[in-house]
Structures are given as structure tokens and as C-alpha cells.
């Protein structure tokens, strides 16, 4: 077991750090040693609210950074600092208005339902652990923040808070979620006319299609290491132009993170081309949508706990449990996964999206699939296909998350897998995933766990917004709403 340690905040010796932290521990005699390097975060006394100067982690190459954060429509924002100001406000954070959390997809304008308005704030905060340099924007680095109130506590709308407390809810049970995503995107011309082509032909694993994209793709690759993002494989998928990124697996908040340098990088490399990017759910009517298939898996002591080779499964008692709660909650989960209405025209049957709330072996039309695992060390990981790109991911894992302790805790029991295309079964023999935005929310406001895992805040905020881009679009022809939202995911 570590040495215990113990904090206590003090005013420094010099004067020049009120409220440093002093730390004694067994390790150095039981004395109190004084740091200034570390200070209390606007008074919050708590391990996680102390922090480095922000000179300690800044490359010389930075000359600006930015401090992103997703709202609740999923559109990554931020804003971007001079070194010099912030190396100087770092401690305390950034302003931002409770509104922007409060904004619809369609345009910027707080959805007066959320419960946010144009009075009162809260401080993004930079996690360090989230810093990078942007290959794309040269003397530019890049930070998540989270949000927090004046006193210092979360901000009950903090995306990044949400998930953290989910986190802290699997930790309870001594587990940590390992995730991964496979990111899906289309590569495409602009006319002069505004429209928008294809970059080529190929079809699914496509050899040629691989070749032709790969000095865009392997400069997005490239980017994407400088950025420390770990990738696993690159494909033509099945769609004209569309093509697949997988990275490795990480952490929930690290997966979260990279799900968006992904997104970003993608667009900002295929830019340099000349290209358009897009991971909108559905770009084109009659070919393969953009998905985010989402991995996932459970450590107890740095183990995985999924795999059980003697289970008829291949998993354990605990990855069923998992699996179950997912599969339980999948319905309401899909109005944090799959939030907009465009995502609705991807989850169909017969395209590997999904479209039905089952779990098969290896059944790529299973809304969640438990893959096939070669050799005898039985199943190491866990896919749910009904993700993509225009959802917040720090809400949509936390979601995940809190069904895995709900399938844990209450013991779920897991349904029979379907291992053939649930399409062609006797009507009412699997139910079908919702059809629609709509659908989605409704199955969301019943689902009291996940309701509670957002809290009242956030929960009031996340469905006003979504109700609002629902209700503008429900109308909207396909194209309308891939003409508004095509470059904005």
C-alpha cells in the first residue's frame, strides 16, 4: 500500500503563493513539506483542483492556446489565449456565459427552455493531461477544459464533470473503463454550385481506394501522432469517399478526447487537400452512413475482466452483467449516442448500423456485438454500433457507463444473443431501435438512472436542446438537413 498523504493548505513562506498546498507523508520523516508549485483552484480544497504553471507544460512553440470544450449540441468550441495571458489566468480559468452550453446546432442562440440564459458564467479550467500541439495550426496548442462554478465546484452542466462522475461510480465497484472508437468519414469535393461529390468510387476495404486517399490519410495519420493519438488501421469503407480511422484504447476521458482531435484533425488535414471532411451519420441516401462504433472493456487491477474462456460467451459473469445493462438502457442511450435527427437515417436495417435493440456473436447487425475472439483467451472487448460523431462524448460514455454499474449492480440478465440478420425474424421478435430523434428523447425522459447519472441540470439543458433541433427538423427532407449540418460534424 502508498505511503498516506496528507494536504493541507497554507500561505507560503514568501507571501508570493496564498494558499499553496503542504503535503506530509510518512515518505519524508511526517513532515509538513510546502510546494508553490501547486495552488488551491479558487479555493476548492481538493486533490484534483492543484495544478502545475501552465509555463511548466506550454512548448516554446506555442504562441496561442485554446481551451475547447463541447456543447450540448456537440459542436466543439473554444477560444484561443495569447501565451502571455494565459500562462497568467490559468490558475483561475476562463470565463465563458452558462448559455453557450444552452445553444442548438442550427445557430447560435440559447434554446430558452434549457434553463440557461445570458446571466452567469462559469470557468473552463485546462487539463493538462488534454494538452497538444496542432500540426495543422502552426504556433497553436490546444487544451480541454472543464467547466466549474466561481467557488470552484463543477459546473452541474459540465460535460467532461458528468463523466468523471460516472468514472467515480464504476471506481466504486474497483473498475476502470477501457474505450475505443472507430471513426467513420467521407471525403468529398465542393463545386463551384455548392455541391458536394464523392472523392472516388471505391467500395468496402477497397485496395485501390486505400492507395489513391493515402497521402491525405497519411498525413492525417501523421497529424494525429503528433497529437498523441495512437492509430490501430486505416480503410476504405463501404460508402463512395468514405473511409475509416481506428485508434487504440485508452481511458473514458482519453477516448472522449481523442474522439474529438479526430474529428478535428480529419476535417482540418482534408482542408489542406483541398477536400471537404465529413462524419455526419448520413451523408449520401443509398450509401454506408459514418458510425463511431464504440469498444469498450472492464479492468480490476489493471486486468480485464470481460474475458471468460469457458463461458459459452467467451465472457465472464461480469462482462454479461455489462452487456446487459447496456442492452437494457440502449433505447434511451441512443438519445445520448445517436442525438441528431440525420442519425436516424443510418440506423436501418441491413447496413451494419444497429437498427435493433439485440446483442449477437459477431452479428454486425446487432446493435451490440460481442466480437469473435481468436484463440482460447475468450472475448477481451465489448461494440456498440449505435454511436457517432455528432454526439457530445463525455455525455454519450458517461451514459454507457452508468448502464455497465446499472447491469453490474442489479445483476441484468442477459437476453439470448441473435445470430442471424434480426431483420428476417417473425415481427416482434426483437424490438427495433428508435426510429427517430423524437422517439429517442421519450425513451431518455423515462430512463430515471440515466436521468439522475446527468443530473437535473444537465438533464433540463440536454433535452431542451435537443427537443429544439427535433422540432425544427422533423419536417426536413434529407437534404436539408445534410446541406445545414454536412460541414459542422
Known sequence: MADPVEYQQVSSSNGAHPGVLAVRSSAVGGGWLEDPSVSILLGQFSQRSFMPEASEHLGSEARFVRVTWVDNAGIIRGEAMHRNHFEADARNGFYVSQGAQGLSVMRDAIVPESGLGPAGGAWLIPDWDSLRTLPHAPGLSAVMGDFVTAEGEPWSCCPRACLRRAEEQLAQLGLT??????????????NEDGEYTPFDESHYASAYGLVDAWPILDDMARSLEVQHVSIENMMAESGPGQFEIVVGHGSAMRAADTFLTVRETVHAVARSHGLIASFLPKVFPCSGGNGCHLHFSLNRDGHNVFPDPGSPDGLSREGQQALAGVLDHLPALAAL??????????????????AFQCWGHDNKEAAVR?????????????????FDATANPYIGLAGVIQSVVRGLTESIALPDAIDVDPATLPKGTVIPMPRDTGEALKALEADEALREMLGKELSRAYLAVKHAEWSEMEDQSHEQITRALLETF
Open 177 to 190: 473503463f477501457e474505450a475505443a472508437f472507430e471513426n467513420e468519414f467521407y471525403l468529398l469535393h465542393c
Open 370 to 386: 460481442v466480437p469473435a475472439a481468436r484463440g482460447a483467451g475468450g472475448t477481451t472487448n465489448i461494440e456498440l454500433k449505435t
Open 337 to 354: 449516442t445517436t442525438p441528431c435527427p440525420n442519425s436516424y437515417r443510418r440506423l436501418t436495417p441491413g447496413t451494419w448500423s444497429g
